[in-house]
Structures are given as structure tokens and as C-alpha cells.
């Protein structure tokens, strides 16, 4: 009987790029400054204007257009999805965002600041905005640190919890969902 080679009992071979992540991080960064080629989804503000992106980097990077996303099914089409997006959202202001889901950072110009982080929040884009559940555990903590706390189960928190469920079935809540169009 003849005695197998390591390489011979290796039925499997590992292939590894060594510079994918930053070949990658490239391409989307690049892919929203010079190419929309295969943008399938537009943004459009309340005036009008619109912007071309691609839906696996909204998804990703925004849980608001996640939602829009899932919601409208890929359409076989050869035009893009429509999203209206809500009226505190401007132009300038989705430029940055997008810019910055494409590329982890974007400058933003103080007179501005505010509106971006505001429209940050709406969208629910990854690193500006804080979960629900991070904002409750930050007050509950100042709340017992002032030695006002009140335990999970109070009535007051449970009337917040209540007022919650109201909103969320009857869709008065702060951001109505995206209007969503297939042309």
C-alpha cells in the first residue's frame, strides 16, 4: 500500500485575496463619485431633486432605506426605484449622507451640521443616529444616577411602552415611512 502525501490528502484549497477589503472599499467609495451604471434606486427630495445609488449600499448603511428596500421588491425593470424622501430631508444634506454611506466619511460644512445629523437620524444611518435601546439605557442610568429611577416595570414606563405600540400601529410616529415608486 502505498503511503499519501499531505498534498494529496488536502482535498481543499484555501484562495485569498490579500487586498480585497481595500479593493472593495474603493470600488463602492469610487462607484457613487463616477459610475452610476448600475444604480437601481433613486433618492428624490420634496424639491425635486434626486440622486442615483445602489440598493445593496442603502440597505446596509441605512436601516429607513432597509425598510423602503425590503418592502418594494427588486423590480425587473431597466428604471430605477423611487424613494421620496421626507420633507426635513434636503439635497445638500442627502449628498453628505450618501457620500458617506459610499465612503465611511464626508465633510460637512457647520451651517449644516445640524440639518445632516438630523437627517442622519431619520434614515437611521449606521454611526449617526443611537438605537432606541441606547438612548433608554442613557436615561434610565441619569435617571438613577439623580435618584429618580423608576424600575422597568413602573407605570410610567409601561404608559411610554403603551404609547409606543400606538404609534408604531397606527403610524402616527415621527418618520412616516418612504413613499416608494416603480416606474
Not at 425635486?48 to 423602503?68: C, D, P
Not at 442613557?138 to 438613577?144: A, N, S, T
Not at 405600540?165 to 418612504?178: A, I, L, Y
Request: charged share 20%.
Amino acid at each position: 500500500m502505498m503511503m499519501e502525501t499531505p498534498a494529496e490528502i488536502c482535498e481543499n484549497y484555501q484562495l485569498k485575496w490579500s487586498s480585497y477589503s481595500t479593493y472593495i472599499h474603493s470600488c463602492i467609495a469610487s462607484a457613487f463619485v463616477s459610475d452610476d451604471t448600475f444604480a437601481d434606486v433613486a433618492l428624490v427630495t420634496m424639491d425635486g431633486h434626486k440622486i442615483m445609488a445602489h440598493r445593496f449600499v442603502l440597505s446596509y448603511a441605512s436601516q429607513y432605506l432597509n425598510k423602503a428596500l425590503r418592502f418594494q421588491p427588486k423590480v425587473t425593470t431597466t428604471l430605477p426605484l423611487m424613494i421620496v424622501l421626507p420633507q426635513s430631508i434636503t439635497y445638500r444634506a442627502l449628498k453628505i449622507l450618501v457620500k458617506y454611506m459610499y465612503s465611511g466619511e464626508a465633510t460637512v460644512p457647520k451651517d449644516i451640521l445640524n440639518v445632516v445629523l438630523k437627517a442622519g437620524d431619520i434614515l437611521k444611518i449606521k454611526g449617526l443616529y443611537r438605537e432606541q435601546g441606547d438612548e433608554e439605557q442613557q436615561k434610565i442610568h441619569k435617571m438613577k444616577a439623580s435618584g429618580n429611577a423608576q424600575s422597568p416595570g413602573s407605570e410610567s414606563t409601561v404608559k411610554q411602552k403603551d404609547q409606543k405600540m400606538v404609534e408604531n400601529h397606527t403610524g402616527h410616529n415621527k418618520n412616516p415611512p418612504p413613499l416608494v415608486a416603480a416606474r
